[in-house]
């Protein structure tokens, strides 16, 4: 009886908490379109989101396709299809890695300080004296992080495909030898615009989970350095999770 | 005039508002002593809306406001100012631009007055020459001083201080009742404050309510309120105006 009452009450939380973070979600897109319009905050977050996550974008970026040319030259060599190894580079970054990696990177680099940054304005009274003066949080907070995060999302992630291919041409062209004109030349015959497409619609959609996400837990932090805590790490979490679900589900539709 | 009626506010188990019946007085300064954690701070919030009373009514001029939300919330808020005991200074913004937020958001002043205003202001609050620091680089009476200087640079109808001067050494407390006491005066606004300092603000105060237990135990015209015979009250008023440790003996010594 103890445990039906368990699964009960945690399944009705679950439920509430769900239902309460699309009603955030839903919130925060209507205040996009109301005014007052602070098109300054957007700029700064997309500073705050956008170049200061440049780094370590293309360093991961770089990493990432020049182990992809790794891999793939030594799985294409069993076939002799060395020549593939450029669309093999391209095509990984393009629709899966650029997209998930760079989201991943975001969240772990701004996701997380967004959190933070929501979370202790929550517990010193920030946003209640926010509030008090009629100036609506939601509004002034969290929709200019959600708009400046679906826009710097797909441009982080153009710059990790882009660092990325040439990362694999580095190893796969300059290291291991395969020719220049077959790497550059089977990425144009093999690359189309469905799979840039895909990959741009995953990127917008992974923009908007880390920053809704990663707001809602710092927006409802309890009001401790504990729950500070708890909730940057249950932001980041979430929305890594999600990225994959959700990247699953795109996948799956997209093919 | 505000009006609480059987206002009741829990957290979790812990009972702290248990039925609080108030009417602040229009146009006048109110002060509201109380023990330590007895809910003070708790009570101000719900006057603005921050807080929502399990039980119970909360009236500004007519309009009930603890069921309302959003723009008919916004309207009423926009007559308070609030100072709240932390401050609650936007760490973001250095001291100029948290005191002109609330003047650009609410846009009471064109942007060319905005830097005349903030400064006169932070002159008053003896901050003239402290507007390019950020919080994080002030003293915590310093950002009290911020604090007020924000709550009362758009010159409301209603303010609510919390503890305005707890933290403060004694000179500048004064100061800073002083202050509040004159802008009371030029302005005219309905002032409502939470404090500790006894019995410095019975000269200032025009009413004194007290807190305890959850309730509103004795509220009385100022120069009325220290010659109560309950003898809680007499117990809080007396430790305030006796020097030294043995104060916290209470009347019994004197
Ligand atoms: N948001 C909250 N969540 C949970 N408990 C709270 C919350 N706000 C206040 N309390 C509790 O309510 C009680 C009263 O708090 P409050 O801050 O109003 O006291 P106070 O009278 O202002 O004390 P002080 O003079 O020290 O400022 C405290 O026990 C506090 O723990
Ligand atoms: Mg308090």
Same mark, same amino acid.
């Given at each position: 009886m103890k445990v039906l009452i368990y699964i009960g009450s945690s399944t009705l939380s679950l439920l509430e908490e769900i239902g309460r973070m699309f009603l955030f979600l839903l919130q925060a897109i209507a205040w996009i379109f109301r005014p007052p319009f602070r098109p300054a905050r957007i700029l700064n977050q997309l500073y705050f989101i956008g170049f200061k996550t440049t780094f370590v974008v293309t360093l991961t970026a770089i990493f990432t396709g020049m182990v992809l040319a790794l891999q793939g030259y030594y799985s294409l060599r069993k076939f002799g299809a060395e020549g593939l190894l450029g669309s093999a580079v391209a095509l990984g970054m393009i629709r899966e890695l650029?997209?998930?990696?760079?989201?991943l990177m975001v969240t772990a680099r701004s996701g997380s300080a967004m959190t933070a940054e929501i979370g202790i304005m929550r517990i010193t009274e920030q946003i209640d004296a926010m509030e008090t003066m009629a100036v609506n949080p939601i509004q002034y907070l969290i929709a200019p992080k959600i708009v400046a995060g679906v826009m710097a999302v797909p441009l982080l992630v153009a710059i990790f495909d882009i660092v990325g291919i040439f990362g694999g041409y580095l190893v796969g062209v300059k290291l291991l030898g395969v020719s220049s004109g077959s790497f550059w030349s089977s990425i144009e015959s093999e690359v189309g615009w469905s799979d840039v497409y895909g990959g741009f619609l995953k990127s917008i959609s992974f923009g908007l989970i880390v920053?809704?996400?990663?707001? !809602?837990?710092?927006? !409802?932090? /309890?009001?401790?350095?504990e729950g500070l805590g708890k909730a940057t790490t249950q932001g980041v979490v979430l929305s890594s999770v999600l990225i994959l679900v959700w990247d699953y589900f795109l996948t799956s539709v997209l093919l | 005039m505000i009006t609480m009626r059987g206002v009741e506010k829990g957290f979790g188990q812990q009972e702290v508002l248990r039925g609080v019946d108030l009417e602040i007085p229009p146009g006048q300064l109110t002060t509201i002593i109380g023990p330590s954690g007895e809910g003070k701070s708790v009570l101000l919030k719900h006057m603005i809306g921050l807080l929502k009373p399990d039980r119970g009514e909360v009236w500004v001029d007519g309009v009930e406001i603890?069921?309302?939300?959003?723009?008919?919330?916004?309207?009423v808020r926009k007559r308070f100012a609030m100072l709240f005991q932390s401050a609650a200074l936007f760490d973001s913004m250095n001291v100029f631009d948290n005191v002109a937020f609330p003047l650009r958001e609410k846009r009471l002043a064109s942007e060319s007055k905005v830097p005349r205003m903030v400064n006169d202001m932070l002159e008053r609050v003896g901050l003239g020459e402290m507007g390019h620091k950020f919080p994080a680089e002030l003293s915590g009476g310093m950002k009290k001083r911020a604090g007020l200087a924000r709550a009362l640079v758009v010159g409301p109808e209603i303010?609510?201080?919390?503890?305005p001067t707890t933290g403060l050494d004694p000179l500048m407390a004064r100061t800073i009742h002083n202050l509040i006491r004159s802008m009371h005066q030029v302005f005219g606004f309905t002032a409502i404050m939470v404090s500790h300092q006894v019995p410095d603000i019975f000269p200032i105060s025009d009413w004194v309510a007290m807190l305890k237990h959850g309730k509103i135990i004795a509220m009385a015209r100022s120069?009325?309120? +220290?010659?109560?015979?309950?003898?809680?009250?007499?117990?809080?008023?007396?430790?305030? /105006?006796?020097?030294?440790?043995?104060?916290? /003996?209470?009347?019994? +010594?004197?």
């Open positions: 650029g997209p998930v990696l760079g989201s920053t809704w996400v990663c707001c !809602y837990k710092g927006f !409802y932090t /309890e009001m401790s350095a | 603890s069921r309302l939300r959003g723009p008919s919330l916004d309207k303010i609510l201080f919390d503890e120069r009325d309120f +220290q010659g109560l015979t309950d003898p809680v009250v007499r117990e809080f008023v007396l430790a305030g /105006e006796m020097p030294g440790p043995s104060s916290v /003996e209470g009347p019994g +010594q004197n």
